[in-house]
């Protein structure tokens, strides 16, 4: 399931990735094509692999075997066409914005007209418009992410990889960078990884799962959504319900629940209809403390938990 049925152009192929530390294999035999506008999501369980795949993507770690190229060509002659957000972005908290993305303006051969142009267009994107002065030690955990973003698109390149950039976040700065996202994939081709499923189906078109250092499935978002269309019911819940979850495990009407660490997901062979106004009654009757019901939609976190047989978490 590795392919679209939209030809989206050749961008990145990543050829039997393998990295060993010591007698531990981190990333073994791992490929990938990446098409041009892919915004991928790269998921697994802790421990999958997924750091050190990015950072050999990037350039910074060494593969012991495989290679990253571009059209067909070695990335690391190509780095100006990459940005990178490592997964703990470390500032010279002395520093203000506009110092940290000129720093790294320069790394990247760019002169200072290009630079002073740049920066109050890439603090607009990312929005830290009036920012430029204020030292990073007085940012937010929103604030900083963002300028991680800003850092690694300062220099327009034509792929973006960024490691875990929601996970730490708050609502408010999740919902922030996700945005971000969300307008960067207009052009840009990303990949990234996450622990939070629900957020990263929302800006990604294609997600891959990697477990034990390997890749075990790859798929395109809509592919799987017209494959799995049934009458479901996703909730998330502010808090579990123990009482009404075993109204649920007895009621005739579904025919399968599986608990995820956010809710829970339903589906039925009745009609939509019915489940609906007989599960959204019962929410009711039992006092259930949600904050979002998604009827009728695929979940890649049960679709992640069947897969997988574990939480992401």
Same mark, same amino acid.
């Given at each position: 399931?590795g392919?679209s049925s ?6 990145i192929?990543l050829k039997?990735l393998t990295k060993?530390?010591?007698e ?6 791992f490929s ?6 892919d915004?991928i ?5 802790n421990?999958?692999?997924k750091?050190?795949?990015?950072r050999?993507?990037?350039?910074i770690?060494?593969? /012991?075997?495989?290679?990253?190229l571009? @059209?067909h060509q070695? %990335?690391e !002659? &190509? ?7 490592p997964?703990y972005?470390?500032f010279?908290d002395?520093m203000n914005a506009?110092?940290?993305?000129t ?14 142009e740049?920066i109050k ?9 009036g ?13 900083r992410?963002?300028?991680?973003i ?5 220099h ?15 609502p408010?700065g ?5 945005d ?5 994939k ?9 622990h939070?499923? /629900?957020?990263a189906?929302?800006v990604? @078109?294609?997600?891959? %799962?990697m !477990? &034990?250092g390997?890749k075990i ?8 959504q017209?494959?799995?269309?049934k009458n ?7 808090a579990f ?8 495990r007895n ?6 629940i599986?608990e995820?660490p ?6 039925s062979?009745?009609?939509n209809?019915n489940?609906n ?6 929410m009711?009757?039992y ?5 979002k019901?998604e ?8 679709y992640?938990?069947k ?7």
């Open positions: 399931m392919t939209v030809n989206l152009g050749l961008e192929e039997n060993r530390f010591g531990h294999t981190a990333v073994n035999d990938l094509t990446i098409n041009k506008g915004c999501g790269l998921i697994g369980p421990g999958a692999g750091t050190t795949l990015l050999m993507v990037a350039g770690l060494k593969e /012991n075997k495989g290679s990253v571009l @059209n070695s %990335i !002659k &190509q780095r100006q066409l990459i940005g990178y957000l997964q972005p470390q010279y002395w506009e110092e940290v993305l720093f790294y303006a320069k790394l990247f051969g760019m002169n200072n007209e290009e630079i002073k740049k267009e890439t603090l607009d994107l990312v929005g830290l418009t920012c430029e002065k204020r030292r990073v030690n007085d940012f937010s955990g929103g604030m992410q963002r300028l991680g800003a850092q690694a698109v300062i327009k390149p034509r792929f973006v990889i960024l490691d875990e950039p929601v996970s730490a976040l708050d408010i999740r919902r922030e960078v996700l971000l996202v969300d307008i960067i207009k052009d840009t081709t990303i990949i990234f990884s996450t939070i499923l /629900n957020d189906q929302e990604c @078109n294609r997600f891959c %799962i !477990k &034990q390997e499935e790859d798929f395109y978002i809509a592919d799987l017209r494959k799995h269309a479901s019911i996703s909730i998330e819940l502010s319900n123990s009482k009404w979850l075993d109204y649920l009621l005739d009407l579904i025919d399968k599986v995820t956010n809710g829970v997901y339903l589906e062979m009745a009609e209809q489940l106004r007989t599960i959204l009654k019962s009711n009757e006092n259930v403390d949600f904050s019901v009827v009728g939609k695929f979940s890649l976190e049960e992640f938990m897969i997988v047989g574990e939480s992401i978490a």
